[in-house]
């Protein structure tokens, strides 16, 4: 089974820009999660999608949001980058907290790396 | 809010030796899930270990076991038999299931080293 893949893997942009990064889930796992982790404030939980709905998100500006397709795969979006927003963006899917076993484990993708000059 | 906290930001370990990770973590909910998750230098997260927080046992999983402590909200990694393969970073995180899904907070990680 294929695991959870984010494209692009790198991606430099400039401050003011925009930027969109895309998270392909396990088959079957209908949760996306999305967490923000630098070196300074380590991981941090973005937003959670399933079924193409938001379920939960962390303490981040507006300028962050994120959306799920019907297909599970799951997209996120900065509007008007900032420096800080330099970060490796990692998401993560899982069943969702139904029957399945273990149903609210998450598994990891690579990552995207963003750098905002 | 939930809060995790490793006191340790770095460890080393020599080869075949036993190493344990230290996790508090500050909650108020009953019910919720507990992990250690491994990022190898430039590498993918992966799970290394969960533990659910209605369940007494503590979770093993091969060299890897935990020592949760429920009442003192204390979620330690033991290592046995240490690999230099198991040189990463290691988090902790708490996960609360609340408003219909899921929300993990990850504590600031311990980098381990293990040495030939």
């Known amino acids: 089974k294929a695991g959870v893949t984010q494209t692009p893997r790198y991606l430099i942009k400039t401050r003011g820009q925009q930027v969109t990064l895309s998270c392909s889930p396990i088959?079957?796992?209908?949760?996306v999660s999305w967490y923000q982790q630098t070196p300074g404030q380590g991981l941090q939980f973005l937003f959670e999608y399933f079924s193409e709905t938001q379920r939960n998100k962390g303490n981040f500006p507006g300028r962050f949001s994120g959306r799920q397709f019907s297909n599970s795969r799951s997209e996120m979006n900065v509007s008007t980058l900032e420096l800080g927003d330099s970060a490796l963006y990692l998401c993560a899917s899982s069943f969702g907290g139904g029957l399945e076993t273990h149903s609210y484990e998450q598994y990891f993708g690579p990552g995207t790396r963003l750098t905002v000059t | 809010a939930q809060t995790v906290t490793q006191s340790q930001p770095e460890m080393s370990v020599q080869e075949a030796e036993t190493v344990t990770l230290s996790c508090t973590y500050d909650?108020?909910?009953?019910?919720?899930?507990l992990f250690w998750y491994k990022q190898p230098p430039s590498r993918q997260m992966i799970l290394v270990i969960r533990q659910e927080a209605y369940k007494q046992q503590n979770a093993t999983e091969n060299r890897f076991s935990v020592n949760f402590q429920k009442a003192a909200k204390s979620f330690s990694l033991k290592i046995s038999d240490s690999q230099l393969g198991d040189t990463a970073m290691y988090f902790c995180?708490?996960?609360?299931?609340?408003?219909?899904?899921?929300?993990?907070?990850f504590g600031a990680g311990t980098r381990l080293f293990v040495k030939a």
């Open positions: 995180a708490f996960m609360k299931h609340g408003g219909g899904g899921f929300k993990t907070i």
């Open positions: 909650t108020s909910e009953n019910n919720y899930y």
């Open positions: 088959s079957g796992h209908r949760s």
